[in-house]
T-cell receptor, first 112, second 113 residues
């Protein structure tokens, strides 16, 4: 079963604009991770935020986590055509054997 | 590059057949997990192996089985293939059982006709 729900399912923006994707989950977590997937290939790990953190930055990426609302957001600033991909959030729960539970993803299209 | 490789890249099988997918992890990665990703969906956890023993399993029937070998390679076997088994199969390895970061391979695209 899917733990996370992502919103929107698809997002189309112009190069240079910011892209925001949201993820909600159902149970307590140890950390939440964001991944990128290009054209149905392997997953690339983008950023990890732990349950005791509220915000994290990595280059043009900014992730927030609100454990009271069980939600996270991923912001990509100054988007580029190369950012076109599917983005997935995944929750990680230690007492479930360390498996990642993925949302259904947001498909981002950045038009040049 | 994550250092995780998978073979083959693509595979076409007929319903009822059996298939073996392979994954090669980085040296020292004792944990490997397998995920199934249907078209348009997020990956779903199949099972995890730690030091050659199955450590956890998702909601998949017994015809999905696996092996992990001492040389950091692993296999996913699927018997009696069904049309719904058509998907991208991803393996992910990590250094320890509860390591936060998992390193994904590029996947094997399986089509069942």
């Amino acid at each position: 079963s899917q733990q996370g729900e992502e919103d929107p399912q698809a997002l189309s923006i112009q190069e240079g604009e910011n892209a925001t994707m949201n993820c909600s989950y159902k149970t307590s977590i140890n950390n939440l991770q964001w991944y990128r997937q290009n054209s149905g290939r392997g997953l690339v790990h983008l950023i990890l935020i732990r349950s005791n953190e509220r915000e994290k930055h990595s280059g043009r990426l900014r992730v927030t986590l609100d454990t009271s609302k069980k939600s996270s957001s991923l912001l990509i600033t100054a988007s580029r055509a190369a950012d076109t991909a599917s983005y997935f959030c995944a929750t990680y729960i230690y007492n479930q054997g360390g498996k990642l539970i993925f949302g259904q993803g947001t498909e981002l299209s950045v038009k040049p | 590059e994550t250092g995780v490789t998978q073979s083959p890249t693509h595979l076409i099988k007929t319903r009822g057949q059996q298939v073996t997918l392979r994954c090669s992890s980085q040296s020292g990665h004792n944990t490997v997990s397998w995920y199934q990703q249907a078209l348009g969906q997020g990956p779903q956890f199949i099972f995890q192996y730690y030091r050659e023993e199955e450590n956890g399993r998702g909601n998949f029937p017994p015809r999905f089985s696996g092996l992990q070998f001492p040389n950091y390679s692993s296999e996913l076997n699927v018997n009696a293939l069904e049309l719904d088994d058509s998907a991208l199969y991803l393996c992910a390895s990590s250094t320890e059982l509860l390591a936060d970061e998992q390193y994904f391979g590029p996947g094997t695209r399986l089509t069942v006709t």
